[in-house]
């Protein structure tokens, strides 16, 4: 267990957040004690730097009160911060002062009695108080057999069980319910979901973290599940760099989804972060050969998991088409808001890309020398995390 | 206080909603609607058909001169219109379905057929609907359905049609189904090998197309599928896609939920929706237990009613030994019963089997569990059901709010994705129906054809005959 973060008054309704990072996997190929079968299993250069992003993007706000993307709810701020991450070296985490001063702590490993222990104590602080919101984030390997398992760092410690190190994702999160009154919670999964057939043939089904009591009634008020690929697929990640999914998670965070309600500040919950997520996937998926596309489910009267410090972002492209029309051609775009500036861009420059906000935008592409006819977009909705359009004109 | 009529003039498309039979306008689909400013922050929220236009009431705390009113469809897709407050507090605003540019026939379709990213306005002429390349690329697509009976699942000789549609992008059939449980099942070169189930007792309609956002996650063909009650099937619809924030829009419209679940005598299926909204967004417990009792007796075909009761059995808590008996015999029946009808039940059933599991199957960690009085004397009788769950699960398809799974025959889910020409069903191990092979061409000539078109029409290749298949290209 390793608390890096405890708010020193704990605030009436807060977010307690778990992390679980897997790279190093002890008895995987790769690993400093490798078993005989390894099924095809390695070590993993992602998750420890995933997980890690995860962490300091939870804790940025409490280094820098200044306004920079991070964890904001007033509702239900930061009140805990739990992690574990299983990396070739150990990993330190600058931890802000809360109940303890603000000191470098170095975060346990996770294999599954210390993730069952981490799990054990972010649960006992989500369930002290109705209305809380508790985020369990999961990066290391998966597999799946219509629910998800997620694996530990000591898979395989035991041959002769193969899959004794592992638990069941949807179990956990579903026992949670029984267990947590009024609370929201929310599962983000960064893992495979590919179906081994020694799970399928063996019929094995590793258990959840925790099972509550059957005799309980379901109490939560909401949950949510996403995770990093659909049913049967790989989740992917460059060498040493943040997984696709956890980049996705992380840019939606910074403000590339959310709403607001009547004059109300901007907020993203938990359908917002998913349906971004799945949109800055498949941005990716155009230019790469692996194709990834998360999978989300959420149930319950849900609230916002984080408060934005202003409109949504939006990545815009716009271009034009034919290239031949380029050098007569401009692009514009009109916020409808009334109040803001015409943004006018030639087309000869390539395609005019822009971080917008969010909203209702005139869009179109004319020629001021009246080489093509004008093309627009009338009151076009802008919608993060990106939009893009190509003008088809004609002479 | 700024005040909003929101009207919608979707005539066309519920007219292309009528069951084959009926000569007058069914019930009207449902839409949500937000009101938004110009930066897309929700001023207010509600739903909208045909039959019945929506007023809202609002505050608008920078009293905008100039809003927006944004019509969602299931897909995801939206058609924004301004609304000009200026000098006003109270506007009014309408939307059509002229842009829909479908046939007829096919408009109920459209707002359930995802679409490449083409914007949709209603105040620009480019906002036709295109959904990408033609049907015919899946002509070797073969068909066929299957009825669960007393004994099993059986092939159905041919496809019980009594009309059929046809154009570049789709082919559409109305099939007259008998009581209980249906499968269609649908495979191809480039189709897996897939089930989906079809509400029976009544008409259903089938809509098949090419699936432009088809992906890894999505089929390459696009199945939708109605039995005429647009209500519960919109609220099912926004439901299988997780968009429960529309779903309550839907779901508040009326109420919408609690009314299809109160009028079940009258129609089981709207009720199996209600229920599973209620369940979804956590409202089952404002919900009188009475009302899924019922659901549950008085529907004894209804593999969701089974499971639903199920659910709420295992979410009020068990107390004895006989509530977990009562739990897995509901669990049993939803799987004696053929298959649900909606996707919905792949969760629900999820939570229920991941439950019932972790009482009856306890790992070591879970061997000390508060709750092991509950456990039945002899778990062991009740694995084969869990594993029948845990299959499904693994075959878990998506095509929209119908049920579906990958597999080879009903009741063998498979979480392999085969592809090629339909399972022979000797080799599968299922007896021989000895019925014979109906090629769609074969029927669409004799029953919906003119005689111009026959002209047009290659002579349908005869295959080797197999029972009850039936090939896209031919409808």
């Not at chain 1, 290391?140 to 004794?164: I, K």
């Not at chain 2, 000390?368 to 398809?397: E, G, H, N, T, V």
């Not at chain 2, 000895?434 to 078109?453: F, N, R």
């Amino acid at each position: 267990m390793t608390t890096v973060y405890l708010a020193a008054d704990a605030p009436p309704i807060g977010t307690h957040v778990l992390v679980v990072g897997i790279g190093a996997y002890t008895h995987l190929n790769g690993g400093i004690n490798p078993a005989t079968n390894t099924r095809g299993l390695g070590q993993l250069t992602s998750p420890p730097i995933s997980a890690k992003a995860l962490i300091d993007w939870f804790l940025a706000p409490l280094h820098n009160p200044r306004p920079v993307a991070g964890f904001r709810n007033p509702v239900a701020p930061l009140a805990s911060l739990e992690a574990l991450i299983a990396a070739p070296q150990p990993i330190s985490v600058s931890a802000p002062a809360g109940q303890e001063p603000a000191h470098e702590v170095t975060l346990d490993g996770a294999t599954l009695q210390q993730v069952r222990d981490a799990f054990e104590l972010w649960r006992t602080r989500l369930i002290a108080q109705p209305g809380n919101t508790g985020i369990f984030y999961f990066c290391g390997h998966g597999v799946s057999t219509g629910t998800q398992y997620a694996l530990c760092q000591d898979l395989l410690r035991n041959e002769g069980v193969p899959w004794e190190m592992v638990f069941e994702v949807d179990g956990t999160l579903l026992s949670l319910g029984k267990e947590a009154p009024n609370c929201h919670v929310h599962f983000w999964i960064d893992a495979c979901r590919e179906v081994p057939a020694e799970i399928l043939l063996t019929n094995q089904h590793p258990a959840p973290l925790r099972t509550s009591p059957l005799t309980n009634e379901t109490v939560e008020r909401s949950h949510s599940l996403l995770q990093a690929t659909g049913a049967g697929r790989l989740a992917f990640a460059k060498e040493n760099k943040t997984s696709r999914f956890t980049t996705a998670l992380l840019k939606t965070l910074s403000g590339y989804a959310g709403s607001s309600k009547a004059g109300g500040p901007w907020q993203i919950d938990a359908f917002e972060l998913a349906n971004a997520v799945k949109e800055l996937l498949k941005v990716e998926n155009k230019s790469s050969e692996r194709k990834q596309n998360s999978s989300f489910y959420d149930s319950g009267d849900g609230v916002p998991i984080i408060q934005l410090l202003g409109v949504p972002k939006v990545d815009l492209c716009l271009d034009l088409s034919p290239d031949a029309m380029r050098e007569h051609g401009e692009i514009y775009l009109v916020p409808c808001d009334g109040a803001s500036p015409v943004d006018v861009r030639p087309c000869i420059e390539g395609a005019y890309t822009k971080v917008v906000s969010k909203g209702v935008y005139n869009l179109g592409a004319r020629s001021v020398t009246g080489h093509f006819q004008p093309a627009r977009l009338t009151f076009e909705w802008v919608n993060p995390p990106f939009y893009d359009h190509i003008f088809e004109v004609a002479p | 206080m700024k005040t909003l009529e929101v009207s919608l003039d979707y005539v066309s498309s519920d007219l292309a909603m009528r069951s084959p039979k009926s000569l007058e306008l069914g019930a009207s689909t449902p839409f949500p609607f937000r009101v938004v400013d110009a930066h897309g922050g929700a001023l207010a929220e509600g739903a909208v058909n045909s039959r019945q236009s929506t007023r809202v009431e609002f505050d608008d705390p920078l009293n905008n001169d100039v809003l927006f009113v944004r019509l969602v469809w299931p897909t995801g897709r939206a058609t924004t219109q301004m609304v000009d407050y200026s000098g006003s507090q109270g506007a009014a605003v309408n939307f059509t379905d002229e842009m829909v540019g479908e046939d007829a026939w096919a408009k109920w379709a459209a707002p359930r057929v995802p679409y490449a990213r083409v914007p949709m306005s209603s105040s620009r002429s480019e906002g036709r609907v295109d959904r990408g390349d033609a049907v015919d690329r899946f002509g070797n697509v073969w068909l066929r359905l299957w009825t669960h009976t007393a004994s099993g699942w059986a092939l159905v000789d041919g496809m019980p049609r009594s009309s059929s549609e046809s154009n570049a992008k789709a082919r559409q059939m109305d099939l007259q189904l008998g009581p209980g449980s249906h499968l269609l099942q649908v495979g191809g070169a480039q189709m897996p090998w897939v089930f989906v189930s079809l509400p029976g007792n009544g008409p259903c309609r089938v809509y098949l197309t090419p699936n432009p956002a088809a992906d890894a996650m999505n089929l390459p063909l696009k199945l939708v599928v109605t039995s005429f009650r647009p209500e519960a099937e919109t609220l099912v619809e926004f439901l299988s896609r997780d968009a429960l924030r529309a779903a309550d829009s839907i779901g508040r419209f009326g109420p919408v939920a609690m009314k299809l679940l109160q009028g079940k005598v009258e129609d089981a299926v709207s009720a199996i929706a209600g229920a599973y909204y209620l369940l979804r967004v956590g409202r089952w417990r404002e919900t009188p237990i009475e009302w899924f009792d019922n659901l549950y007796n008085w529907f004894p075909w209804s593999a969701d009613a089974a499971l639903i009761r199920c659910v709420v059995t295992l979410r009020k808590g068990l107390n004895t030994q006989d509530d977990t008996l009562r739990a897995l015999e509901q669990l049993r029946q939803s799987v004696d019963r053929g298959v649900p009808l909606f996707e919905e039940a792949h969760r629900v059933q999820v939570e229920a089997h991941t439950l019932l599991r972790g009482l009856l199957f306890p790992s070591s960690a879970e061997a000390d569990s508060s709750d092991r009085y509950l456990a039945p004397a002899q778990p062991d009788k009740f694995k084969p059901l869990i594993d029948k769950c845990q299959a499904f699960a693994a075959a878990r398809a998506w095509t929209g709010p119908s049920f579906s799974y990958f597999g080879g025959v009903p009741d063998q889910p498979s979480s392999q994705k085969t592809r090629g020409a339909p399972p022979s069903l000797s080799c599968m191990g299922s007896g021989d129906t000895g019925q014979t092979m109906i090629s769609l061409s074969d029927v669409l000539l004799t029953e919906t054809s003119t005689p111009a078109a026959r002209d047009r029409r290659p002579t349908p290749r005869r295959r080797k005959r197999q029972p009850s298949v039936t090939y896209l290209k031919d409808l």
